[in-house]
């Protein structure tokens, strides 16, 4: 399922096969597990470049506008959440954050893909201080980045993502849900809910290698909750 989603943002001029795209996603995957601040993304942004040179910017922008989706996905099992439990304060804090966030976010990138030319040509006279070799080279990256928003110039791909997004969440909330019911812990199905909220939004945010200690430290407090 990420592999298909993937392969739907990255504007790459000629398509990863799947079982490339596939092998790329667990490298970086791997990459995250084994070293600190989720390198593993960097990794496979490389990793693209070497499978189709020049192909970075567009690869760093796949990796953008794929965290957002996951955050959007995530939010809509927070609302189920939200609509379910009372939530201390500061978790509803935590989540509206997110929300706000992610709305900034979106905006953002919409108005990237759609006026990022016109703000590159604006920007031309200062790119053009820093010399022709090196403005040109700054350039390409920046019209690289642009064109990997193309995945979200169109509504109807744009849906399509959202709801994929939203489906390979729903395998991680019921994954969730059957090991806090294994665990017989005598809490309602709301709680491995909340768990897969709180500890993958927390992990959005790069930090020890596998989350070690903050995946776990989020762990216990929405069980807690």
């Known amino acids: 399922v990420q592999t298909a989603r993937w392969r739907l943002i990255l504007a790459l001029p000629e398509p990863l096969p799947f079982w490339r795209a596939f092998g ?40 953008v506008v794929e965290r957002l989706l996951d955050v959007l996905g995530i939010l809509v099992y927070g609302a189920i959440v939200v609509s379910q439990v009372a939530l201390p304060a500061a978790v509803k804090a935590g989540l509206t954050t997110f929300v706000v966030i ?8 919409v108005v990237a893909a759609k006026s990022g030319e016109a703000l590159l040509d604006r920007l031309g006279w200062l790119l053009d201080k ?14 690289g980045l642009i064109k990997g928003l193309d995945a979200v110039t169109s509504l109807r791909r744009v849906a399509l993502l959202v709801v994929i997004s939203v489906g390979q969440w729903l395998l991680v ?4 849900v059957l090991v806090v019911t294994a665990f017989d812990l005598d809490l309602p199905w709301t709680a491995g809910l909340l768990l897969m909220v709180v500890t993958n939004l927390g992990s959005a945010v790069p930090s020890a290698p596998a989350s070690i200690g903050v995946f776990h430290g989020l762990g216990v407090l929405a069980l807690a909750v």
């Open 173 to 176: 909330a019921v994954s969730m």
């Open 102 to 109: 992610a709305a900034v976010a979106v905006v953002a990138l």
């Open 130 to 143: 820093l010399g022709e070799p090196r403005a040109e080279r700054v350039r390409g990256w920046l019209r």
């Open 24 to 63: 790329l996603l667990m490298i970086g995957y791997f990459g995250n597990v084994t070293l600190p601040l989720r390198f593993g993304d960097l990794l496979r942004a490389a990793l693209v470049h070497r499978v189709q040179p020049g192909a970075t910017p567009l690869a760093l922008t796949s990796l």
